[in-house]
């Protein structure tokens, strides 16, 4: 149980282009999801909480109309990195924490992650 | 703010050696702690963690970790390392807030190799 998936898992694009990454929890339902981004050799930095059915919230520094983030549903939350550069090249993971348990301290479950770039 | 510290960022162990990751955090109050495996290529997955019930907690593939709020530390251990636990393992903290909202801060975690 606890599955998250991401799609797609890499992806290639043309500077300029905009590329959307879905993520979803499989066999759970997720009212909180996250998004972060790993640089290589490095660790994950949280770029943004999604909640469902609300507006994002963005980390300190984490461009909101370069990265926007939707959550229509208790399954789905898709990352859509706008008008791409080759500096967004990156490997960004979700994760999403299990609605039905809410105590504090929770596991967050991960997806395998998508490699982005950008040419 | 939090915070949480990985010393060594490559540790190497021969096959069956003893495996010892360190963890310090940073925080007024005890957090949560966790321990997550990467392996390459792929999301991260759970091994550990510690929400303020016993301090000694037992994981997955023989993992354990030790809560010493004296020494602000989250080391992890195997008594036995296999090839297969070459990876990258990450410690992490969630502060006590409101259970809808809780973050995870990583550390910039560690390449554990294993030799044969």
């Known amino acids: 149980g606890a599955v998250v998936s991401q799609h797609p898992s890499r992806v290639i694009c043309k500077s300029g282009t905009s590329v959307k990454i879905e993520c979803r929890s499989l066999d759970f339902q997720a009212t909180t999801m996250f998004w972060y981004r790993q640089f290589p050799k490095q660790s994950l930095m949280l770029m943004a909480t999604?909640?469902?059915?609300?507006?994002?919230?963005?980390e300190q520094g984490v461009e909101k109309d370069k990265f926007l983030i939707n959550h229509a549903s208790l399954t789905l939350s898709t990352l859509t990195v706008t008008s791409a550069h080759p500096e967004d090249s990156s490997f960004y993971i979700c994760?999403?924490?299990?609605?039905?348990?809410?105590?504090?301290?929770?596991?967050?479950?991960f997806g395998p992650g998508t490699r982005l770039l950008v040419l | 703010a939090q915070s949480v510290t990985q010393l060594g960022s490559h540790v190497s162990v021969s096959e069956g050696a003893l495996v010892l990751l360190r963890c310090n955090y940073s925080s007024s109050v005890p957090p949560y702690l966790f321990w997550y495996v990467q392996y390459p290529n792929q999301g991260l997955q759970l091994l550990l963690k510690y929400t303020s019930a016993a301090t000694l907690v037992k994981g997955i593939n023989g993992f354990e970790a030790e809560f010493k709020k004296s020494e602000t530390s989250f080391h992890l251990t195997k008594p036995s390392a296999h090839m297969s636990d070459a990876a990258e393992y990450f410690c992490a903290v969630s502060p006590k807030t409101s259970y809808n909202t809780d973050k995870l801060i990583f550390g910039t975690g560690t390449r554990l190799q294993v030799f044969p």
């Open positions: 994760s999403a924490r299990d609605a039905a348990r809410l105590g504090a301290g929770e596991t967050q479950y």
């Open positions: 999604s909640n469902e059915g609300s507006k994002a919230t963005y």
